[in-house]
Each structure stands twice: as C-alpha cells, then as structure tokens.
T-cell receptor
Framework: AQSVAQPEDQVNVAEGNPLTVKCTYS??????LFWYVQYPNRGLQFLLK??????LVKGSYGFEAEFNKSQTSFHLKKPSALVSDSALYFC?????????????FGGGTRLMVKP | GAVVSQHPSWVICKSGTSVKIECRSL??????MFWYRQFPKQSLMLMAT?????????EQGVEKDKFLINHASLTLSTLTVTSAHPEDSSFYIC??????????????????FGAGTRLSVL
C-alpha cells in the first residue's frame, strides 16, 4: 500500500521569506510524486511532479521540490513567499506499478503567508 | 492541455432529494475516473473508482446505494447522491487520469481534476 504524510497542518511564513512544506511517502518501487494546490472552494491545480531524472524539480509559480530517495521525502519549496501563495497544498504519490493510476494524497498543509 | 469539467459547481438541495454530479473529460478519453470527497480543512478521501462500461469500485465504508456511479461513456462519469441528508454535505471532486502508454506520455503523468462540487443539504 502507498501512503503520504504531511507532518504540518499549517505553515506560517512572512512574505518574502523562503518557505518549505514537508512531505514523506511510502510506496513499493519507484514513485511518481506530485504537488497540488487548492484555493478555497476550488479543485486541485497541478504544481509540479517528479517522475525520473533530476532530483530538483521546478514547477508553476516559482515552486520547486526536491526528491530525496534515501529519506523518502519530496518537500515543496519556494525561495520567496507571496501572500497569494496562501492556500492548501497536497502532496501525492502514485506507485509506478499502479495500473489504475490512483493517487494517494497526504492530509494537506495550509500555507499562510503574511504581509 | 487536458481539462476535466465538473458540473454543477455548487448545489443546494432539500433533505431526501437526489443530486447528480457530472464529470467530463473534455479532450481525452478516460476509461477510469476517480471520485473524491473532501471535508472542510481535510484531505481528499477516495470514494470510488468509476470504470467505463462496468461497475464502479467503491472504497471501504462508502455506501454503494447512497452514492451511485455511472460511467456510460469514455468521457462522462456521474455521481448521484441519493436521498441526500445534511451529513452528505461536502465538497466532491472528480479526477480523470490519462490511460494508456500514449496518453500517459502525452499528459506527462499528470492527473487532472475537476473544479469540484460543493453540496449543501438543508
């Protein structure tokens, strides 16, 4: 079975400061890893993914994430936070052998960026 | 890019009535679609996997007779909340991942989500 853990329910950061949203995963074999963002009353928007290749993945809106196989982590980062980044962030994993392409989501982390 | 359309975005209904939510893949075929439920400030909970031309697969604890799923075509899946009650009030989101090696390569393994439906049962 595959699982995802986001240990922080909420992350608070001041605008202009770097931010990190943590994610660890468990899956058989090599993982496909994703970050999605959700704004109030909206569906999920894709931010970035890791499939293979470079461990540092760059995505939308200046976000990036680093895949660390030994630590089974895929933390989301941004060098300089914006107030508009405030939203709910979900990490997700899909096993490479998951024929149904089903994603398993973490519990979500609310990011609050204050001016 | 691929788009998933979900309708309606918001529905308010009386207790005891049924509500149908549609999920459409607009520019790709989806033999499988996923239905999720999200409670306030919580993560997405997979309810069921909708399979085109066959019965849906429900997750443990999800009532099949309460949440009827029909996947009649390669681009449309519907979720009907039957005899809705206030406890069914929630945010429902569908997802349509690309299937097949060619589609997966084209979509670069991104799973697409509808915008969600907020159901409020009075």
């Amino acid at each position: 079975a595959q699982s995802v853990a986001q240990p922080e329910d909420q992350v608070n950061v001041a605008e202009g400061n770097p931010l990190t949203v943590k994610c660890t995963y468990s899956v058989s074999g090599n993982p496909y890893l994703f970050w999605y963002v959700q704004y109030p009353n909206r569906g999920l928007q894709f931010l970035l993914k890791y499939i293979t290749g470079d461990n540092l993945v760059k995505g939308s809106y200046g976000f990036e994430a680093e895949f660390n196989k030994s630590q089974t982590s895929f933390h989301l980062k941004k060098p300089s936070a914006l107030v508009s980044d405030s939203a709910l962030y979900f990490c997700a994993v899909r096993g490479i052998n998951n024929a149904g392409n089903m994603l398993t989501f973490g519990g979500g982390t609310r990011l609050m960026v204050k001016p | 890019g691929a788009v998933v359309s979900q309708h309606p975005s918001w529905v308010i209904c009386k207790s005891g009535t049924s509500v149908k939510i549609e999920c459409r893949s607009l520019d790709f075929q989806a033999t499988t679609m996923f239905w999720y439920r999200q409670f306030p400030k919580q993560s997405l909970m997979l309810m069921a996997t909708s399979n085109e031309g066959s019965k849906a697969t429900y997750e443990q604890g999800v009532e099949k007779d309460k949440f009827l799923i029909n996947h009649a075509s390669l681009t449309l899946s519907t979720l009907t909340v039957t005899s809705a009650h206030p406890e069914d009030s929630s945010f429902y989101i569908c997802s349509a991942p690309p299937q097949g090696a060619r589609e997966l390569r084209a979509a670069k393994n991104i799973q697409y989500f509808g915008a969600g439906t907020r159901l409020s049962v009075l």
